[in-house]
Each structure stands twice: as C-alpha cells, then as structure tokens.
C-alpha cells in the first residue's frame, strides 16, 4: 500500500521532472530554465571585480541556493528515473553533475576560479528544456549534410592547418622577431587570424615584402571560405530536396494493377497509360 | 456643397500623398524623400562638433523647418485617411509620430541627444516612399527562405552563443585579466568577436595558450559560417524555382477534353482524371 | 595608288593593333601588356618616398617614355580604325586618353599626385589585352545571375545601410565621445565596419552595454552575410543549369517525321515512340 | 640465388614502405607519421627563443636523428622502387628531398633559419601516409567544381586586385602620408585587408571622405564575397548530384533485347537504336 502510494509518488515526481505536458511539468521546466540562466548570470557577474567585492556575499549565497536546488533536481532525477545508472552517465546526467559539483568543491579546495567553466556547462541543460527535439528533426536535413560533407571539410580544414603552417613559416622568416613574428608558433597563428579574415591587428606585417605576402594569405583566405560554404550548401540542399520533391508532385508509388505503370498523380482515378480504373479512393 | 468641395478636397489631398500616379503624387514623394534624407543629413551634421559650433542656428532652424513639414504632413495623413486610428497605430503611422515629435520634447526637456536616435527611424519612412512592394515582391522567395530557415538559423545562432559563453569562460581563466581578460563577459564579447570573424584586436590573447585556443575559436567560425549561408541558399534555391521544376517532371499544359483535368504527364495516353483517350500522339 | 597602298599600310596597322591573330599582333599584345603593367609599377614606385628621391629621374624618364608609347597607340588607334569618333567615345577610348594625359598636364599644372588616380586606370586596358570575352562568356550565366539578383541585393545593401545608421546613432550615446565615437558619422562607419565583419579596431566600444549591442551587430552581420551569397548561389545555380542539362543529356530538337514525337536522344537511330527510322546520320 | 634473395628483400621493403596492407607496413607508416608530426614540432621549438636557448643540444640532436631517419627512407624509397628516377621527380620524391636536406645544408653554410621553411614541407608528406587518395576520392566532385569554376574564380580576383589597386591609389591620395597610407603600395596593401574584411586595423582612414570611401570599400568586399562561394557552391552542387539527374530525366535501366542499347527514356516503346519494339507497357 505505502509501496504502490510510493510508486505513485515516483510517477508523478517523474511526469513533473520528465515531461513538460502536465501544469506542473511546465512550471517546473520554466523554474529550472529561469534557475539556469541566473546561474550563468552569476557566474559572469562574479567575475566583475567591482561587482564581486560590492555583492559577494549577496552572490555567494545566491549560489549556494541554486547549487542546492540542482542538487535535489539530480537526486530527484535519479530517483525517479526506471535505469538511474544509464542516467548518471547519459550526457544530460554527467552535465547535471559537472554543472553542480564545483560550490562543494571550492570548499574544500577554495578558489572557484578553476571551476566557473565547468559551472558555464549549465548552458547546455537549456537544450533539453527547450526540447529541441523538434528543432533538430526540423533540420535533421541539415545534420545529414553536415555528415555527408564531414569527410571533405576535415580535409579541407586539416589542408588549411597545413598552408597556414608553411605560410607562418615563411612569414616568420620574412618579416622577423623585430616586426612581432617572434617565433613560428606565433607566426601560424597569425596566418590563422589572417586566413580565417578575423585579422586582430595585434601582429601587422610591416615590411613591404611581409605585407605582399600577407596580401597573397588574405586573398587565398577569401577566397577558399567558399568551399566549405560550398560543400555545406550543396549537400544541404541535396538532402533537403528529395522529401520535398516528393510532397510538390504527388507522384504516388502504387502501379497500375493492369499496365503496371507506376508513379501515378494522387487522386489519380485512372491509369495514365492504359486508362484501367485505379481504386485508390 | 460645400461639404461636397470638401471631399473633393479631401480626395484630391489623399490621393498627392498616398498614392504616386497624379504629377502632384509624383512631386509630392520627391520633395518628401529630399526632406527625409536632408533631415538625416541634419541629425548626423549636429552630432560633429566643430559643424554644430560653427552653424547651429542654421542646424536649429532647418531642423524646426523639417520638423514642421513632418508634422504638417503627419496632420495632413490624419484627415485625409478613411480610418485615422487605423493608420496613426500603423507600422509608418508610429514611424511617423516618432521621427516628428523629437524636436518639440526637446523644447521641453531640453538636450536633443537622448532623442538622435528617433529622429534616425526617419529613415525607414523611404520605404514607403520607394514603394518596395515590388522590390519585396521580386524577394518573395528569399523572404520564404528565411522564413523556412528560420528555426534552423536560430538554433544555429543560439549554439553559437553558448559556445562564445563556454568559450569565453575558458579564455578568461586561460589569459586572465593581465592580458585584458578582465571579466568573463568580456572574455565572451572577445569571442563573439572572434567567432564571427570581426577580430576588432582592441582584446588579444597573449599567451601561448591562450593564440592555440584562439586559433580554434577561429577555425571554428571560420567553418561554421558556412552553415548559415548553406541554409538560406539551399532554402532560397527551392523556394525560388517552381518553374524549372514543373520542366523536370514533364507535366504538360494541355487539358483533357472530357474533364478538362490538366498537368497530364508527358506520353499519358489517357485523362488520369476520368480515363477519356488523349490524343498526344 | 599611293590611296591604295595608304589602304594596304592602315589594315595592315589596324591589324596589328585591334587583332591578335597575326604574329606582329600577338606580339603588339604582348609589347602593349609588359609596357602596362611596367607603367603601373612605375606609378606605385614613384610613390615610395625613399625609392621616388633616389631615382626620380629614371622614373620620371620612364614614365615620358611610356606616355609617348601610350600617345602614339592612341594617335594609331584612331587613324586606323573607321569610325574614329566612335572609339574615342567608347569605354576603352575614354580609358586610353585618361591614362594617356596625365603626364602632359603634369607639365603645364605640376603636382603628379593629384593625376596618379588616371594612371592607375591603365590597368583597365589590360582586360581588352586579355581578350577576356571568353572568360566572360565562360561566365555569363554569372553575370545572368548578378543581373537577376540584383533588384534584391540592392534591397539588402540599402537595409544594411539604413540599419548600420541607426545602430550607429544608438552606439553614439550609448559610447559617446570619450570612447571613441565622436559623432553619428563616425559611428555609423564604425557600425559598417563591424556589421561587414572587417572590425579594424581603430574605434571599439568601452561600456559593457556599448560591447552588448556590439555583440548583437556583430551576430547579426555574421547571420545577414548569408543573404547576398544564398541569392547568388541559388540564382547563379538556376541560370548555369539549363544548358549544362543539355549537354548531360544530349536529347536533340530534331522531331520524328513520322509520329513528331521530339527529344530524341543523340545518335538515335528510331523512334522511341513509334519506331520510325530517324534519318539523323 | 642471392640476386633472387635480394628480389625478395627488396620486394618485402617496398610492400613495408609503399603499401599499408601488412603489419610491418601499417607499423611504418605510423613510425613515419610520428615522426614527421614530432619534427614540425621541433621546428616550432627551435624557433622559440627561450626554449632554444634552454634545450638548444637536446632539439639539435633530436634533429639530426629525425634527419638521418628520413634519408634513410629516403635512400630506402629509392632502391625498392621500380623506376627511381620517376619517383625522385615525382611530386613526394622532391618533397621528401627538400624536407630532408636542410640539416645537412646548415652543417656547410650554417643558420638553419633561412631553410627552416623548407623542413615545414614535411608537413606535405603526412597527405602520403593518410592515403588521402579515398578522402580526396570522395571530394572529387568538390575538385570538379573548383576546375570548373577557375575560369570565373580567376577573372574574379583578378578583378579584385585592379579594385584593390585603383581604390588604394584613391586612398592614398585621400588619406595622405600623415594617416599611415605613406605609399600607393601600402594603401593597396591597406585595400586588399578592408576587400578582404580581415582588417587588421594597424592603418585605418582618419579623415571622413576617407572613412566614407572606406565603408564603400567594406559594403563592396561583403558583397562580393558572395561571388566565390555562389560559383563554388553551384559548381559543386552540379557537379555532385549526377544520380539525382538520373531521376529527373526518366532514363529507365532497361536494355533492349535485341540490341541491348540501354538508357530507354521511360514510356519508350522502342529501342531508340534499332527500332526494336520494347515491351515496357
């Protein structure tokens, strides 16, 4: 009796925590996303010299409540949870650990300077709120392209890695320790900055041959941003396509059961080839 | 009679100002699309200093010049549309309102700048003086595209900002404040600025460390700007040809005799609707 | 007779200079691109301070030379080709005389800086050396798709334009003049360069709020840049197809005599559609 | 006997150097692929001025062992393969010599530096051992397309650079020496950096006209960056999607039993190559 009453405490606590199609399961999906993201305003606020040592306290036990909270909400969850163990080491269950754990940490070990990152994976908790669910099979398309194209675009990137080695070479022995280029490692990564077109300005070729260089970089940069645009779209619109295709044409798969021709129009009453009856009404 | 003359009045008013097909409508949207980007002129003329010290009686009284017209204008709209309150809660009835009464809060309140920025809205006015509805009309099919790429887009867009935030956070404990880190929203304002390429380089990692992960930052923008763009050309290629499509499934024009059903496939020997023999050989 | 062999002396000059056929052609073609671009190097190099002081006299022989190479062209090109007015009116014509001129006025006026800009305009007449008909025929389906998608790429930059002034304006108060933005114009230019991605870095905002919104123009010019390129890709796509399709699919124009069904596939020998014996070889 | 034992030897080498298929050949080639990784990061070190003068004995070594690795396999490659010569001027045999011989050049002339770029060559070699050849197998279209495109890709940039060129004479005359467009040369520089939106900001216009000029210069780059990645995508979309145009134009597999011609367009009644009547109906 108290078991099956305990059972039906489970279940509902589960439907709440689980689902968003219950009053309740709403409202607590909407408390734990506000939750969420006054986390991550935390974090960044206590980050602000001036702000921390004004408010620390104040943020101090904001933390602690909301570290609270997400504690019960994970025991809550692998309470209620059928399998608690795939839970605990699902994506969604390492993140709810990682995103809670570090308050109790920085008491024992102090300075949560080393943790705030960990503490900004909150973010990733507001995907399975949102239920992107729908989001994602709306661009399911997309993924699959993104797939498709995976092969081509790591090449292109792992040959971009390469150009920028060499070029941040060349460059290091152009333009020398005097105008920045300090070493190659430093030279790579400006040829980065430059070929990706970000270009901080921190490093600037000055002689004129580094900045003839730099042009040739700059133009091979915006020039080559193309092929993984290409890829992307290209592929994209191929795995977009058919399913539309099929939906703008009503071209149905049943053949005709006298002539056999196939891919009549819907509501098509009659063959179009041999004028035989279809029964598909 | 009189009343007559009035709508008379009344009409001929109506149709200078709304419509573009009578010379005094043609006039009318010139002159008003000279005084709108001559009232921008203004607004940024006053904001230079040396320009406002040296001439700004001549800025004052022009202004009060454009704002009279304007509000002339704005009155003459009132009486001259059917509905009034449907067009003053219009989209360009509040544009309206906004771009005019500035200058007279200002004689108030006193201080012309908090209130620049209304006056800037002067300019969606030229909208409707262009009348884009064609140009819109040519664009249909890209605002389809945007619309179908809508959801995808904003995913898109939000994961971008969780990675900048995630991302942010790293490079702030990473580089820290000596090198201009200072705070983690800053850290994560450097990497939306990296991300999306702009690299305004007022913030640059120092560290070895710090250029490696930057490097990353930036490849990754570098490749993920391809996603929206292959999103809304994908989307905007389909939504864009219909009519080569109808060309690829060689449905043709004619119509069946008997039931005048149309779009028969090509080689169809008989109506799909009805059954009746087409003669298309 | 003099008349005739005046006759022979000019077709053969206009030949030489208007034909690349000829060896003597080809080889005026090569003369002409050398001296070209040799000119241009010239105008940079007289730039450059310290190389303009050391060997000014070289330069400023050299570019004597080339301008009397350049008259002496021109003065060929109008004698002989039959309508000289008309090529002295074309774009090509007013081309040559600009970049011919500037080194006579130099005489009279002084002062080459000014007349530099001509110069540089020399390198246009590369493109009729080039003979770069085929490479634009090569691209006309290009210039198609530019020209279809102009009407809404013209609507965009006008957006762009209209939104970086008023995102500009809003920088101006919220930054204000101590960070950098002075003024509205200033931080309009500053609004472009962000929103195209460029982001120099002479002027960046300070204030939280001012790198706020920053960070907002900066998404949004990473998402809008999509625009542009997703019409021309798509519309690029559209007019490249057909003719490519074509020739995929070789399926000729020529109809049957006997059952005029059309669209035979090359080197057909029947009808598909009745048999007939198709006389296309 | 001992010729034939050394067939032998030499065969088992070849299959160890150039194949991937035993397990003495996977083992090279990760022992090559290591290596190869760990020398392009000593070159990186070397270049490090502190980690240079620190380990300075240790990288040397490290050094001439990697060097004498790679001569070995060097000399191995040469002896095992059919036809030397054809791989000591094939494209990897002079990479594989460039990559090797600087360390024995800088024992004679000494200063690594000047040659430090040619051992960043190796990094060309890692292409060999991946066996890009299915990576580069599955992009072929994405090759196809780029050949296709390099006509317009070309024309395109050549037209960026006479922009760039006239523009930055432009500039230079605007902006003058006193705001850092010292040169027509450097303004050029300055104009591919803002075309190219990487806009490294170490010089940027100062007076309005010039910032005026430049945000023109900016709008156009954001354009027309359009134009690379419309053509690539295009390109490649077309030259990928070969079986999807299959579809499109109804070219049944079937083959005629007669004369076995295959590619009968759906609804064919006859071969199109013999007249031979199909029994598709």
């Known amino acids: 009796m108290s078991n099956n009453s305990n059972r039906n405490w489970k279940t509902t606590l589960h439907e709440i925590i689980y689902e968003a199609d219950t009053p309740a399961g709403k409202l607590f999906d909407i408390v734990l996303l ?37 504690s019960l909400e994970y025991i809550a969850r692998i309470i209620t949870v059928k399998k608690p163990f795939k839970y605990i080491f699902s994506f969604y269950g390492i993140i709810d650990l990682l995103s809670t754990i570090p308050k109790y940490i920085s008491l024992i070990v102090g300075g949560v300077h080393a943790l705030a990152a960990l503490r900004a994976l909150r973010l990733l908790r507001v995907f399975r709120i949102l239920k992107l669910g729908r989001y994602l099979g709306a661009s399911n398309s997309l993924i699959a392209a993104l797939k498709a194209s995976r092969a081509k675009i790591s090449v292109f990137l792992f040959a971009v890695v390469i150009v920028a080695i060499i070029l941040g070479t060349i460059m290091y022995m152009v333009e ?37 260089i730099a042009s040739l970089v700059m133009i091979l940069g915006y020039g080559i941003i193309a ?55």
């Open 227 to 281: 092929v993984p645009t290409g890829i992307v779209s290209a592929e994209y619109a191929q795995h977009n396509k058919p399913k539309t295709k099929e939906e703008d044409i009503h071209l149905n798969t049943q053949s005709c059961p006298n002539c056999s021709a196939s891919k009549h129009k819907d509501h098509a009453g009659f063959c179009y080839n041999c004028g035989y009856k279809l029964n598909n009404e």
């Open 176 to 212: 020398g320790e005097e105008n920045g280029f300090t070493n190659i490692p430093k030279s790579v990564y400006w040829c980065i900055v430059t070929l990706t077109t970000v270009g901080f300005g921190d490093i600037a070729p000055q002689t004129p041959l580094g900045q003839f």
């Open 34 to 70: 506000i939750t969420i993201i006054a986390s991550i305003v935390l974090v960044m606020l206590e980050s602000v010299k001036h702000i921390d040592s004004n408010y620390h306290d104040v943020l101090n036990i904001s933390e602690w409540i909301i570290t609270i909270l997400f």
